[in-house]
């Protein structure tokens, strides 16, 4: 049987008949009602009539209220993204830090701003290559541009045949460097559809930089770690991460933009590193056939050498590579606002963006503080200071709640910096909407080339989004308790790790007994290109991953065995 929702009508009736009712138990009896009353009984029956009207907005309410509770992250709105081309027309080296600003314009006139996502340098460096290594045969990738030098030689863009082992792999070979080589330099990979594999495999497969004698060392060993809007950092596995410095400032993450886990950006590099050489030994017979066999003053130019292994069965390279091009970064449409809140004019609860003209969204508050540099905390966060002013987002609000001096005193107020996006309407700026610095007087030399349109951006997060990760919250909360939460855990680290097994025990160690739990994993042999260097780099990374977020008192010890 279906419920009827009452209208305002119908509510204003209910309400006179219950105060009449209320009132003849007093013994009071009226014909009429009184005007102030009819008034007030007409207003707060409005007032029902909205609340039931929108049920909707009062379920996602209450659902921010539990998510804020449990300190989830809560995603207002996504700003679109797109990749831009960076050229340098200077010498030297320039670095662009992350959100550096860039103006664009939309399809409907509008004119926007969209920031770069991560810091990253600008030099003469350019793809020489590239080629891919598949079912025992090496093509170059005709989507990639290559050097004049090299297009000069008319090279073959048939596959030919050579013996490299069972695992595909991308080869690259970057030329003109500066002597820090690919510092902090960003790559771009344009993929085609269907080729989700080949971006997951980007993503989470180790990258190899040849050494200076042509082979693969552990100096060389890098690994991607997802950043802010899904930009993927490579590190080198045998450098310890130290503090963050200028450069690295973190910023409030952002969700995965439209490019997510297609933007890569190389690590600080020394001066020195050890990393240039000519071809790999390996690989000359082949780029000699492909190239010229006259090739011999080509192929000894010291260069550096990158090779991406891909797992088994990976779509067709040569078709799911539509490009690779150096010199790119990620742009998303956000933009600081800054704003001081007197408490005193302004009251404690304020919109947290404009009405009227372009439209504008939350995508997250950046800093929340008083004029003397003391940081808000948002009202759900536990706090041991008595003194420090709060926070909230509440239907489109940011309500604050004065901190106090050293003194005892209120503040007076504080400043607030905001994330801002254009939403939705960030999607139609195409590929060569995107026309330039912001502060172009402090960047010459520096040109944006249009490589992508802009996409991905929402006026705020699906409430079927937003249940889905309140829901992935409350199992655990990322924490591993059950047997079945340490095996899954393992398998989603690394794709080579084909089964995970596990076993609670109790061990005498130098410090006592100690309760231990030992993972046993079994990996794919033919997934390894140097077993001896991976294995203790993938086994660090399990027991970092997995050993904080045990139950305290439990210690991990990791085993390995191989398959075929």
């Known amino acids: 049987m279906g419920t009827h929702t009452p209208n305002v009508l119908e509510i204003d009736r209910k309400l006179r ?9 007093f013994g009071v009896t009226s014909e009429t ?33 539990l998510m804020r509770g449990l300190q989830v992250q809560q995603y207002l709105a996504t700003p679109a993204q797109a990749a831009v081309r960076l050229l340098n027309d200077l010498p030297e080296p320039r670095v662009l830090r992350a959100g550096t600003e860039l103006n664009a314009t939309a399809g409907s006139g509008e004119r926007l ?16 290559f590239a080629f891919a290594y598949q079912d025992q045969s090496v093509r170059l990738l005709s989507g990639v541009e290559m050097s004049d030098t090299v297009q000069a030689m008319r090279p073959s863009l048939d596959a030919v045949p050579i013996g490299l082992g069972p695992q595909p792999a991308l080869y690259l070979a970057i030329e003109n460097l500066q002597p820090q080589l690919l510092n902090r330099h960003g790559m771009f990979f344009e993929l085609g559809p269907g080729t989700y594999p080949v971006q997951h495999a980007l993503c989470h497969e180790p990258w190899w930089i040849f050494s200076a004698d042509g082979d693969l060392g552990g100096e060389g060993l890098l690994r991607p770690r997802r950043t802010n809007a899904g930009v993927y950092q490579l590190q080198f596995q045998t450098v310890e991460t130290g503090s963050t410095g200028m450069l690295d400032t973190p910023l409030p993450s952002i969700p995965d933009g439209f490019y997510a886990g297609r933007q890569f950006l190389f690590p600080p590099m020394a001066a020195d ?75 404690i609860s304020i919109p947290v963006t404009r009405q ?110 937003e249940e889905r990760r309140f829901a992935d919250a409350l199992l655990t909360r990322g924490r591993i308790v059950t047997k079945q939460d340490l095996e899954t855990a393992a398998l989603a680290i690394d794709r080579r790790i084909l089964q995970a097994e596990s076993a609670s025990g109790t061990e005498r160690r130098p410090e006592g007994l100690r309760r231990v739990e030992r993972l046993n994993l079994t990996l794919d042999g033919n997934g390894f290109t140097k077993p001896e260097i991976e294995l203790p780099a993938l086994k660090s990374q399990i027991e970092i991953a997995l050993g904080g977020r045990l139950v305290q008192g439990l210690e991990l010890a990791v085993e390995f065995t191989w398959q075929g």
């Open 17 to 25: 008949d219950d105060f009449r009712r209320r009132v003849k138990d």
């Open 33 to 65: 009602t009184d005007p102030l009353l009819a008034v007030l009984f007409r207003t707060v029956a409005q007032q029902i009539d909205q609340v039931y009207s929108d049920t909707g907005k009062l379920r996602q309410g209450l659902l921010h209220e």
């Open 113 to 128: 701003v969209f920031s770069l996502d991560a810091t990253c340098e600008v030099s003469k460096a350019r793809i020489a």
């Open 273 to 347: 590193a050890p990393f240039l050489c000519r071809v790999p030994r390996l690989l000359e017979p082949v780029l000699t056939r492909i190239l010229n066999r006259d090739a011999g003053s080509l192929l000894n130019e010291p260069r550096l050498w990158i090779k991406i292994p891909m797992p088994p069965g990976i779509p067709s390279l040569h078709h799911a590579i539509g490009g690779i091009v150096l010199h790119s970064m990620t742009a998303s449409n956000v933009f600081a606002r800054n704003q001081t809140v007197q408490f005193a004019r302004d009251g």
């Open 356 to 465: 009227g003209g372009t439209p504008e969204h939350l995508v997250a508050p950046l800093t929340v503080m008083s004029t003397d540099n003391d940081p808000y905390e948002p009202a759900a966060t536990p706090s041991a200071s008595a003194t420090a002013g709060r926070y909230q987002l509440h239907n489109g609000r940011l309500t604050l709640e004065p901190g106090r001096h050293s003194s005892g005193e209120e503040h007076a107020a504080a400043n607030v910096r905001l994330w801002l996006t254009n939403g939705e309407l960030g999607n139609r700026v195409g590929p060569g909407d995107i026309t330039g610095f912001a502060n172009a007087a402090s960047l010459t030399g520096i040109r944006v080339a249009p490589l992508t349109a802009a996409s991905g951006g929402s006026n705020g997060e699906q409430v079927a989004s």
